[in-house]
T-cell receptor, first 114, second 112 residues
């Protein structure tokens, strides 16, 4: 079955370190998304990609970057981790070319920045 | 900017009750609306997707309705069970966007 995997599932890091969260999907979807989930804020969009070499900023993109070198992967990098980036991060994907397609989510990565 | 609100934030019911979860959104120009379930410490599981041209969708004991003009959706759960205990999230996809805008969720507890 097609799926979205995320790694690591849990990560503890220190302020100022660079961290990369991996996302891999086997749906062959062109659209991929990163969200963060925080108490009181729900899920908010960080970055998204509509295809290889395409990346776009979401509503909370400061301090994060993504790159898309193939269809399957969209890694999320925290350039210099801050305590405010302690959160649960979800990767998602959906079919391209259709505004009507369903979005599927990975299991999430819980990141703690000390 | 689209805003999605879910009421109530938390709900506790005895087993066997039929219940309704509410979702409202401010901009009616949407492609679709998705309902998700999230168990503690887990990811999001898609329950139902309603396209903007549809009025409702059903899956087992779940029925979701959409009134786009009034900016409202409801998720109806029939004969609730303890296994239904989870947080239920509503999300809309605006016309011209492919990302979702989420509500904060309703945390449901079904008492045995």
């Amino acid at each position: 079955d097609a799926e979205i995997t995320q790694s690591p599932r849990h990560k503890i890091t220190e302020t100022g370190r660079q961290v990369t969260l991996a996302c891999h999907q086997t749906w062959n979807h062109n659209n991929m998304f990163w969200y963060r989930q925080d108490l009181g804020h729900g899920l908010r969009l960080i970055h998204y990609s509509y295809g290889v070499h395409d990346t776009n900023k979401g509503e909370v993109s400061d301090g994060y970057s993504v790159s898309r070198s193939n269809t399957e992967d969209l890694p999320l990098t925290l350039e210099s981790a801050a305590s405010s980036q302690t959160s649960v991060y979800f990767c998602a994907s959906s079919e391209s070319g259709s505004g009507y397609s369903e979005q599927f989510f990975g299991p999430g990565t819980r990141l703690t920045v000390l | 900017k689209q805003e999605v609100t879910q009421i109530p934030a938390a709900l506790s019911v005895p087993e066997g009750e039929n219940l309704v979860l509410n979702c409202s959104f401010t901009d009616s120009a949407i492609y679709n609306l998705q309902w998700f379930r999230q168990d503690p410490g887990k990811g999001l599981t898609s329950l139902l997707l309603i396209q903007s041209s549809q009025r409702e969708q059903t899956s087992g004991r779940l029925n979701a309705s959409l009134d786009k003009s009034s900016g409202r959706s409801t998720l109806y759960i029939a004969a609730s069970q303890p296994g239904d205990s989870a947080t239920y999230l509503c999300a809309v996809k605006d016309t011209g966007r492919r990302a979702l805008t989420f509500g904060s969720g309703t945390r449901l507890q079904v008492q045995p």
